[in-house]
């Protein structure tokens, strides 16, 4: 509705692009994740510019320091690491599982990723290149929440990567650990 409104056509319409646009690859669309956790939650799916680099043109960033500064950023790089999973679970083989949770009392995760009989894996992006304890918190709520359905949960804070840090892994909080992008993208 809000897309219909000012471009003057229907909500089919608007669906059928959006269908053609997600069938053609050019945007991802997450679907909430759905499992019971005595919580309201949020319904509606979250879309993503699949190509990061058309998604800075389109925004007029051109250059690094153009995107360091932009608002844009952690949304760009969440954006980037929806398609690299994606990308990763199609050139294995494996059916596309990607969803985040986001409840009505604010609490977000930006990607679950299932895992078979191996649990989820919640995945908190962060642009940024120091990883701070707290980045996992939300993660850790959530985790804490799902105890009680014997889900096996691992938390993993995917960030940039920093060329003073070599270590491909580090644990920053009790059951949290954060990988940078690549690294974590060489997991899946």
Not at 11 to 34: A, C, K, R, S
Not at 144 to 152: E, F, H, L, N, Q
Request: include cysteine.
């Amino acid at each position: 509705s809000d897309l219909a409104a000012p471009l003057g056509v229907s909500v089919p319409t608007i669906n059928q692009w959006l269908d053609v646009l997600e069938l053609t690859l050019q945007v991802l669309l997450v679907p909430p994740y759905f499992d019971n956790f005595g919580k309201r939650l949020v319904k509606s799916p979250k879309m993503y510019i699949a190509d990061s680099g058309l998604a800075c043109h389109l925004l007029g960033i051109e250059t690094k320091a153009e995107l360091a500064k932009s608002p844009f950023r952690g949304v760009l790089f969440e954006g980037f690491v929806a398609s690299e999973i994606v990308k990763a679970q199609t050139n294995a083989g494996l059916r596309r599982e990607l969803y985040y949770f986001r409840d009505r009392q604010g609490l977000e995760i930006d990607f679950l990723l299932p895992r078979g009989n191996r649990g989820l894996t919640l995945i908190e992006c962060k642009a940024s290149k120091t990883v701070k304890p707290e980045m996992a918190d939300p993660a850790l709520r959530l985790a804490a929440s799902m105890k009680s359905k014997r889900t096996a949960v691992d938390i993993v804070v995917v960030h940039e990567a920093s060329a003073s840090t070599g270590l491909a892994s580090t644990v920053i909080a009790p059951g949290a650990k954060a990988l940078t992008w690549r690294d974590f993208i060489g997991t899946l």
